[in-house]
């Protein structure tokens, strides 16, 4: 019920934004209409670059605590889960590069 307030307020707001004093109720209403359902869109793309991000670092071999901070732990287990985009990111490029040069040479 919070959500739907503070889309309500948020639609509200952005009416009042998008509204100079020739624009019609329906055009308005458009164009709200329309950036609404592009954040809906730029929200399921994200959701889903996460959702990959993640996959990628549960594929990857487990790091130890001393090889990147803010990894979740605190007793020097080996993790991957909570590793920052970038580093999980890093990592995963290292790993290909290592990779193809072990098979290159």
């Known amino acids: 019920m919070a959500a739907a307030t503070a889309s309500t307020a948020a639609t509200t707001v952005s009416r009042s934004f998008l509204a100079p004093s020739s624009t019609t109720s329906a055009a308005v209403a458009a164009a709200v209409d329309r950036r609404l359902s592009h954040n809906e869109v730029e ?62 040479g």
């Open 43 to 104: 929200r399921r793309r994200r959701d889903k670059i996460n959702a990959l991000i993640g996959q990628l670092a549960e594929l990857m071999p487990p790091i130890s605590n001393g090889q990147m901070a803010g990894s979740g732990t605190s007793n020097g287990a080996s993790t991957n889960c909570c590793a920052p985009k970038s580093a999980v990111l890093d990592r995963a490029v290292a790993i290909s590069i290592k990779s193809d040069a072990r098979a290159i």
